[in-house]
């Protein structure tokens, strides 16, 4: 069976989309109807017309885009596909933080529950974040979660002081700076590029710091030509279908001698499983209406704030 005719068949049967993010296989981001970054990806949700949205990406994502659109059918291909930022962030836990903080406004990473949206005033991704905290007085007091290396990246080139509480992704939080350095010992001409949810120093190496949609625009904008990029390596796809002339190398994770910071969640998407999910419209994504109803207030409020800033 030819799985993409079928996907492609299917699709148009049944009037539903592919939104895939960066990290995914290459075969599924070609086949998808829109890739993007996190930002993006709910920008899309948001306003899809169609009636399935298929989500090659990980479960909040998902659930981001159910809450975004109610009324639409939205399918995660495997319901494993979860997120170890976003269970950084408990949600008892994370309330009993937040109840330590008063007068505090609370800003939320996407990557999160929708629990943990509902605690939230404001949610950002790493391609707004720090527009979104600079939509807010300088005196303003902010809680910042679940990401702590985004959060003290943020804080370091806002001013701020934000609160952060202390969770992170297994892959960027685990990239080796001197995997890295070794990395730019044998390639001096390539620039490092990387994600905010890197520690610091590797941000402190690195040339350039933005979401992947960032890391992908800079790395086909900028005049280099090799890269070592310091993030989850599905992106490299569509660096190199961007600029098939230039080099990128895939960072080294800390304590695997591999060059394959591969995110086990996103890659748990494959072909076969979206046909299945197509198919038998399974697994689908629900989310409680008062819980979708109070999240939604801090995700669109995002959403607000980055359409009038032109994000
Ligand atoms: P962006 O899509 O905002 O770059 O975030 C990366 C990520 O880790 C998504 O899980
Ligand atoms: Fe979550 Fe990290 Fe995977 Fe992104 S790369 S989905 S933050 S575990």
Known sequence: MDLVKEIEKLKKEKNAVILAHFY????????????GDSLALSQQAAKTNAKIIVFAGVHFMAETAKILSPDKKVLLPDLNAGCSLADSAPAKEFKEFVDKYPNHTVISYVNTTAEI??????????????EIVESLPENEKIIFGPDKNLGNYVNSVTGR???????????HDEFSLDGILKLKSQHPYAKIIAHPECKKPILLVSDFIGSTAALLKYSYEDVANEYIVVTESGILHKMKQKSPNKTFYVAPLGNINCACSDCN?????????????LLTEMPEINVDKNLSDKASISIKRMLEISENLGL
Not at 265 to 277: G, R
């Open 24 to 35: 995914v296989r290459p075969e599924i981001q070609d086949i998808a109807d829109f890739v």
């Open 117 to 130: 949206k509902a605690l939230s005033d404001i949610i950002c991704t790493s391609s707004n974040a720090k």
């Open 265 to 277: 969640f996103m890659k748990l998407n494959t072909l076969e499983k979206i046909y299945n999910c």
């Open 161 to 171: 002081n934000m609160v952060i509480w202390q969770g992170q992704c297994h892959v």
